[in-house]
T-cell receptor, first 115, second 112 residues
Framework: GAGVSQSPSNKVTEKGKDVELRCDPI?????LYWYRQSLGQGLEFLIY????????KSGLPSDRFSAERTGGSVSTLTIQRTQQEDSAVYLC?????????????FGPGTRLLVL | GQNIDQPTEMTATEGAIVQINCTYQ??????LFWYQQHAGEAPTFLSY????GLEEKGRFSSFLSRSKGYSYLLLKELQMKDSASYLC?????????????FGTGTRLTVIP
């Protein structure tokens, strides 16, 4: 089926505003990941959802960041009171199983610019 | 914690062979991945190693030595379309479940 989709593809916001980024994983994939990629930096893990288990939030950089996954499918990453350092590409990935040769399939990302 | 080192940039000639190295330090190693990322696009999976040795897939091969904390990605018969960033990522029992720890990537430029 279709790959991972993300929306919006680009988002420009003012410092202090809240933003919501959406991820639609590949149908049937039980695992969903959020990463952040800043200019010239590697991918930084943010949060991981697996089925109905409690999410692994260990990578969230501050309490301004939160994410939820409704019905085991679509996920929303929310950044409250955005700061300029939040400017980055936010990538979502999904995989159909965990462990072993599980391959994460990435979406095209949301490019966030905080002015 | 985790640490991954890769060269920042490399340049190679079309038709040649290039080797991109990756060294890592982690506890509870549980697999190493290589991803390709073209500018402005999402990373795409290239290879996976969890045991020592060489995994070959067409023009691309990946090698792993767990005792040395070392991997390389070998690209043969380079094509212009191979110009991209190549990301080395490690999964470990310490990072929890299945999230990957990525290096900063190696930007490869293929020249005619």
């Amino acid at each position: 089926g279709a790959g991972v989709s993300q929306s919006p593809s680009n988002k420009v916001t003012e410092k202090g505003k809240d933003v919501e980024l959406r991820c639609d994983p590949i149908s049937g994939h039980t695992a969903l990941y959020w990463y952040r990629q800043s200019l010239g930096q590697g991918l930084e893990f943010l949060i991981y959802f697996q089925g109905n288990s409690a999410p692994d939030k260990s990578g969230l950089p501050s309490d301004r960041f939160s994410a939820e996954r409704t019905g085991g499918s679509v996920s929303t990453l929310t950044i409250q009171r955005t700061q300029q350092e939040d400017s980055a590409v936010y990538l979502c990935a999904s995989s159909d199983r965990t462990g072993g040769r599980q391959t994460q399939y990435f979406g095209p990302g949301t490019r966030l610019l905080v002015l | 914690g985790q640490n991954i080192d890769q060269p920042t940039e490399m340049t190679a000639t079309e038709g040649a062979i290039v080797q991109i190295n990756c060294t890592y330090q982690t506890s509870g190693f549980n697999g190493l991945f290589w991803y390709q990322q073209h500018a402005g696009e999402a990373p795409t999976f290239l290879s996976y190693n969890v045991l020592d040795g060489l995994e070959e897939k067409g023009r691309f091969s990946s090698f792993l030595s767990r005792s040395k904390g070392y991997s390389y990605l070998l690209l043969k018969e380079l094509q212009m379309k191979d110009s991209a960033s190549y990301l080395c990522a490690v999964r470990s029992l310490q990072t929890g479940a299945n999230n990957l720890f990525f290096g900063t990537g190696t930007r490869l430029t293929v020249i005619p």
